[in-house]
C-alpha cells in the first residue's frame, strides 16, 4: 500500500494548481475559480517511486498485493528517483535475501521507477494541456 500511497501523492502534488488570489481595498482575499497567466503550478523536482517486494519460502514477490503481504516472511522496499538514483533500500529483519535476488529486486525496481516518473509526467502534461495550462519548466 505504501507504493501506491506514494504515486498517489506524486500524482496528486504534480497536478496541483493554485488559483491567484487578489486582496480587496477593503483587505479581504477575493479566491480566483478561473485558471489564469496568475495561476501557480508548484514546482515538484522529484518523482521518487518506491517498489516493495516480499520473500516467500526463498522466492521474491515483486509488488505482493494484500493477501500475499499477510504471509510474506520479510519484505524490501526499494526507491528510485526518475532518473534511476537509489533513493533508499530498507530491509527490516525477516527473511534472508542473498545478494543476486537482491540485484534483481533492484534492477526491477529501477526499471520501474522510470516507467512510472514517465507515466505520472504524460498523465499531468495531459492533464494541464487539456484545461489550457502552460507550465513553465524553469
Known sequence: L????????????????????????????????????????PQVNHTPSSTTFGMFEGHVIADPN????????????????????LLSLEKPGGSFLNDE??????KMARTR???????????VDAYFKKLGVT???S
Open 113 to 123: 521507477a522510470l516507467q512510472i516518473s514517465g507515466y505520472i509526467d504524460k498523465s
Open 101 to 106: 535476488q537482491l540485484r534483481e529486486c533492484m
Open 66 to 85: 494484500l493477501e500475499e503481504e499477510g504471509i510474506v516472511e520479510g519484505h524490501v522496499v526499494i526507491t528510485y528517483d526518475e532518473n534511476g538514483v
Open 2 to 41: 505504501l507504493d501506491c500511497a506514494v504515486l498517489a501523492l506524486l500524482s496528486a502534488l504534480k497536478s496541483t494548481l493554485l488559483p491567484p488570489i487578489t486582496i480587496t481595498s477593503a483587505g479581504e482575499a477575493v479566491v480566483s475559480s478561473e485558471i489564469s497567466a496568475r495561476t501557480i503550478v
Open 135 to 137: 507550465v513553465s519548466s
